[in-house]
T-cell receptor, first 112, second 110 residues
């Protein structure tokens, strides 16, 4: 079955800790994205990658970092510099950057 | 800067009561307008892509239309399982990001 997986589904973090969210796809898509969703707000783009070993900042990249070492994987690290990290994080992928984006099931991060 | 505004924020319908959701947008060079459905605690599920004014697409009880300034998602004779948040997004000339609206929460009561 082709699709996008995100893990974990729920993540709890203490203040001052870095955490890494996993995103894997087996759709053979070149482009991958990370969005953040807060209650009552639209999805906001954190980082995107159009090809392996390349990525660009989105609208709200401060306090986050990514890597794209493999086509299938695009992990997101939420660093201690992110002032308000509690949110629902969504990973997406598309065949190319101009194509329809398909989303994973999401990871809910809570800072304790 | 691309902008998307969805209205209403919330919509309560009786089963079988048809209605429309609005998505108004401003974008430099529209590449595509996207509709997604999102259930609570889940990722958005792709519904439609519209590329040019006048285009229409249908899927079961849903029909999406597009003009140069807005898109409508028509829900015909909705059922309780159509309850969800419907998200609209646009992709501009740069082609590397989607700009989302705040969504419309739809509740269909039996």
């Amino acid at each position: 079955d082709g699709g996008i997986t995100q893990s974990p589904k729920y993540l709890f973090r203490k203040e001052g800790q870095n955490v890494t969210l996993s995103c894997e796809q087996n759709l053979n898509h070149d482009a991958m994205y990370w969005y953040r969703q807060d209650p009552g707000q639209g999805l906001r783009l954190i980082y995107y990658s159009q090809i392996v070993n390349d990525f660009q900042k989105g609208d709200i990249a401060e306090g986050y970092s990514v890597s794209r070492e493999k086509k299938e994987s695009f992990p997101l690290t939420v660093t201690s510099a992110q002032k308000n990290p509690t949110a629902f994080y969504l990973c997406a992928s598309s065949l190319e950057s101009i194509d329809t984006q398909y989303f994973g099931p999401g990871t809910r991060l809570t800072v304790l | 800067e691309d902008q998307v505004t969805q209205s209403p924020e919330a919509l309560r319908l009786q089963e079988g009561e048809s209605s429309s959701l609005n998505c108004s947008y401003t974008v430099s060079g529209l590449r595509g307008l996207f509709w997604y459905r999102q259930d609570p605690g889940k990722g958005p599920e792709f519904l439609f892509t519209l590329y040019s004014a006048g285009e229409e697409k249908e899927k079961e009880r849903l029909k999406a239309t597009l003009t140069k300034k807005e898109s409508f998602l028509h829900i015909t004779a909705p059922k309780p399982e159509d309850s969800a948040t419907y998200l609209c997004a646009v992709q501009g000339a740069a082609g590397n990001k989607l700009t989302f609206g705040g969504g419309t929460r739809v509740l269909v009561k039996p």
